[in-house]
């Protein structure tokens, strides 16, 4: 009789296992019911992540089929390195510096210039630390017809950043990444992300401006 209670309690127990919405959780505790057996835990968080890396690696390297292929390598080696994940650092930090040292490997292969996507110039780039989006269904017809002819301006100036300068603009006018987290992806130090991120900025600034005059 107790076994059978105890195979009752044991189906009860894995059946609400199964009814937990794993969208509810954060990616650390998605990592934990990965690695304790549950497997689509991993698919959501390719779900969770799958757009914003593609979007990352895209704005970097400037071709989004090959972007594509960068996001599903990226997936894979998170796939088969994410039992060594340290699980005090954030999982957003891990993968975006798998992505970019991917990102960042492709360019080094090709001659190609990446392109990025900016809604418009900031005089004050500390004045609002949220990423910058471009499309907006808001914006009138003759709005959207601006900022398109504003995108392939900055398409042409962006691509004339030194790839180590791109990637940190990118990552912080774009991805809305704090310093700390650009430092620890890109794996230099604060003062090194804080430079090349000024020095971005100032240039970027310096090809745009006669381009929008």
Known sequence: MTGVRLEKATRQSGAADARIDLKTLDDAALV????????????????????????????????????????????????????????????????????SNLAKNELRNRSRNPMVLFQAI????????RPLQFEDNSYSPDDLFRKRHLREQVEKAVAELPEHHRVVFVLREMEGKTYEEI????????????????????????????MLD
Do not use: C, M
């Open 32 to 99: 934990a019911e990965y690695l304790g057996g549950r497997r689509r835990a991993f698919h959501e968080l390719a779900d969770r992540y799958h757009l914003r890396l593609l979007n990352f690696i895209y704005r970097t390297i400037g071709d989004r089929d090959r972007a594509e292929d960068l996001v599903q390598e990226t997936f894979v080696r998170v796939y088969r390195h994410l039992h060594r994940f340290d699980p005090t650092k954030k999982f957003s930090t891990w993968i975006y510096t798998i992505a």
């Open 122 to 129: 900031k005089k004050n780039w500390e004045a609002d630390h």
């Open 183 to 210: 430092s620890e992806i890109t794996g230099v130090t604060l003062g090194t992300v804080k430079s090349r991120l000024n020095r971005a900025r100032n240039k970027f600034a310096q090809i745009i401006g006669p």
